[in-house]
């Protein structure tokens, strides 16, 4: 018997996500990731300034929104030729890891764990998925290490404000740097922080990403896709930002090779979309299409971003995991995905703390240039969830043309001009479901993605037009 299961919404993500599942007697054969809002950012910012891009597009999520900040900021100064001072270029890196190690803590805890762990039934942890392994005493001290990431993550949140200003939607990135000054108080406020996280990490977050992976191993498998991987490696570093801290690259095929952004094209056969002369355009009714997200394809193939992809393509690369450490090269299923994040929470928080330690109180982080020098201007960067890209086209007073591609839209995306499926609708294809009737499985293979919907969507509908950003 084939039959269609629908798990709307997906909760405890970030962003409005439905996931459809076609299932062949108890097997998953074909699946689609619906995203089901659009935003529009991209018509806000024709027009604008091009320096306002990382003001607007951090409006974009409240989740990752100083990734899209750090983004911004670097398309603007590839647009005006901007060299950064050190402390510029170490202060944007330094407020983009504090909100990654914020958001691979929190998702692990938050988000992840009540898949695995039975909680106290009581709100909001009532209806838990059930297949729950871990004994009592593992599942009281996971309970109380859910209890202490909250606090953990706030300190991540506080080091990206002691030089970002607030959060979300951070004020410290502008084009040429950043606009907090670097004082001998800040950088020890900071350090003592990241000692708390650092220790946190040590002691609880990869710990129990061990247990849980000796308590599921099956979920070794459960999730797994063919092994494409797309990093543009963690952190940009030099003056002019082009430097990456860990390896870049396009792994499939068992083979690693540089990206090349002319092979990137984002399919829209199963998206509300359509290509416009400005950017794309709303089209909810037509033929075909499921979801808000378009679908980026490199070469024609669907590739996954993440923790996972970085540590796949550094392994390429290195022939090591994070630190130098020698052991098997990572998988594709959900419990790979788990794991690279933890070990990417710790490598985070190494980077960060040599960042603090090259940092020079008194110096300059700020150099912008007036004049305007490129017409097309393109950052890629490594951000919380994979890969992002922020592209404008550009006269010297205005912008013509700006796009986004998410990470969430690399991995969300849906079936392509081809029909193939996106990442984790390739993921989610060969699943067995134990009991379809509760299919626990979809929700533990689709949030080790972490998905941000606002992010992966690309406006609001007023007075029954639509407001292009312009007239508040």
């Not at 729950?132 to 909250?150: D, I, K, N, Q």
């Not at 993921?427 to 972490?450: H, K, M, N, S």
């Not at 509908?461 to 508040?472: A, I, S």
């Given at each position: 018997?084939?039959?269609?299961?629908?798990?709307?919404?997906?909760?405890?993500?970030?962003?409005?996500?439905?996931?459809?599942?076609?299932?062949?007697?108890?097997?998953?054969?074909?699946?689609?990731?619906?995203?089901?809002?659009?935003?529009?950012?991209?018509?806000?910012?024709?027009?604008?300034?091009?320096?306002?891009?990382?003001?607007?597009?951090?409006?974009v999520c409240g989740i990752c929104s100083a990734a899209h900040?750090?983004?911004?900021?670097?398309?603007?100064?590839?647009?005006?030729?901007?060299?950064?001072?050190?402390?510029?270029?170490?202060?944007?890196?330094?407020?983009?890891?504090?909100?990654?190690?914020?958001?691979?803590?929190?998702?692990?805890?938050?988000?992840?764990?009540?898949?695995?762990?039975?909680?106290?039934?009581?709100?909001?942890?009532?209806?838990?998925?059930?297949?729950?392994?871990?004994?009592?005493?593992?599942?009281?001290?996971?309970?109380?290490?859910?209890?202490?990431?909250?606090?953990?993550?706030?300190?991540?949140?506080?080091?990206?404000?002691?030089?970002?200003?607030?959060?979300?939607?951070?004020?410290?990135?502008?084009?040429?740097?950043?606009?907090?000054?670097?004082?001998?108080?800040?950088?020890?406020?900071?350090?003592?922080?990241?000692?708390?996280?650092?220790s946190f990490i040590d002691d609880c977050y990869l710990p129990?990403?061990?247990?849980?992976?000796?308590?599921?191993?099956?979920?070794?498998?459960?999730?797994?896709?063919?092994?494409?991987?797309?990093?543009?490696?963690?952190?940009?570093?030099?003056?002019?930002?082009?430097?990456?801290?860990?390896?870049?690259?396009?792994?499939?095929?068992?083979?690693?090779?540089?990206?090349?952004?002319?092979?990137?094209?984002?399919?829209?056969?199963?998206?509300?979309?359509?290509?416009?002369?400005?950017?794309?355009?709303?089209?909810?009714?037509?033929?075909?299409?499921?979801?808000?997200?378009?679908?980026?394809?490199?070469?024609?193939?669907?590739?996954?971003?993440?923790?996972?992809?970085?540590?796949?393509?550094?392994?390429?690369?290195?022939?090591?995991?994070?630190?130098?450490?020698?052991?098997?090269?990572?998988?594709?299923?959900?419990?790979?995905?788990?794991?690279?994040?933890?070990?990417?929470?710790?490598?985070?928080?190494?980077?960060?703390?040599?960042?603090?330690?090259?940092?020079?109180?008194?110096?300059?982080?700020?150099?912008?240039?007036?004049?305007?020098?490129?017409?097309?201007?393109?950052?890629?960067?490594?951000?919380?969830?994979g890969t992002l890209t922020h592209t404008m086209l550009t006269?010297?007073?205005?912008?013509?043309?700006?796009?986004?591609?998410?990470?969430?839209?690399?991995?969300?995306?849906?079936?392509?001009?081809?029909?193939?499926?996106?990442?984790?609708?390739?993921?989610?294809?060969?699943?067995?479901?134990?009991?379809?009737?509760?299919?626990?499985?979809?929700?533990?293979?689709?949030?080790?993605?972490?998905?941000?919907?606002?992010?992966?969507?690309?406006?609001?509908?007023?007075?029954?037009?639509?407001?292009?950003?312009?007239?508040?």
């Open positions: 018997m084939t039959r269609t299961i629908t798990v709307s919404p997906m909760t405890r993500v970030s962003g409005l996500l439905s996931i459809e599942v076609v299932v062949e007697g108890n097997v998953v054969v074909d699946a689609r990731a619906v995203g089901g809002q659009f935003r529009g950012f991209e018509m806000m910012m024709v027009g604008r300034h091009p320096t306002d891009a990382p003001y607007f597009t951090q409006r900040g750090y983004a911004g900021a670097l398309a603007a100064d590839r647009a005006y030729g901007n060299e950064l001072p050190p402390n510029g270029w170490i202060l944007r890196n330094f407020i983009l890891g504090s909100e990654m190690l914020q958001n691979q803590i929190r998702h692990f805890y938050l988000l992840s764990l009540p898949d695995f762990v039975e909680f106290p039934p009581v709100p909001p942890f009532t209806g838990g998925g059930g297949d729950f392994r871990l004994g009592p005493r593992r599942t009281a001290e996971m309970v109380e290490h859910y209890v202490r990431s909250v606090e953990v993550s706030r300190k991540c949140h506080e080091m990206l404000c002691v030089f970002g200003g607030k959060i979300p939607h951070q004020h410290a990135m502008v084009p040429g740097g950043v606009s907090v000054p670097v004082t001998a108080d800040r950088i020890l406020k900071c350090l003592a922080l990241l000692e708390d996280v650092v129990d990403v061990e247990v849980l992976a000796s308590a599921y191993p099956d979920y070794f498998h459960l999730g797994a896709r063919p092994p494409r991987f797309f990093s543009s490696g963690l952190f940009r570093l030099g003056p002019r930002m082009e430097i990456p801290a860990t390896p870049s690259g396009v792994l499939f095929d068992g083979r690693l090779e540089p990206i090349d952004p002319l092979f990137i094209r984002e399919h829209l056969r199963s998206s509300w979309l359509e290509e416009g002369p400005e950017h794309f355009t709303p089209a909810p009714d037509k033929p075909g299409a499921y979801t808000w997200a378009a679908a980026p394809r490199y070469r024609g193939l669907a590739f996954e971003v993440g923790p996972l992809a970085r540590l796949a393509v550094n392994y390429a690369r290195t022939g090591t995991v994070y630190g130098g450490r020698t052991g098997a090269p990572p998988g594709t299923a959900t419990m790979d995905r788990i794991r690279a994040r933890a070990l990417e929470a710790a490598e985070i928080a190494r980077h960060l703390h040599r960042f603090l330690g090259d940092l020079e109180p008194g110096s300059a982080t700020v150099s912008h240039s007036a004049k305007l020098v490129e017409e097309v201007a393109s950052a890629m960067v490594e951000v919380p969830r006269d010297p007073e205005k912008v013509l043309r700006y796009n986004i591609i998410t990470p969430t839209a690399w991995n969300f995306s849906p079936h392509d001009d081809a029909g193939n499926p996106g990442p984790v609708e390739e993921a989610l294809i060969g699943t067995i479901l134990a009991d379809p009737a509760r299919p626990v499985e979809v929700g533990r293979i689709t949030r080790a993605f972490d998905p941000c919907m606002s992010c992966a969507t690309h406006v609001i509908r007023m007075g029954g037009r639509l407001n292009d950003g312009r007239d508040g």
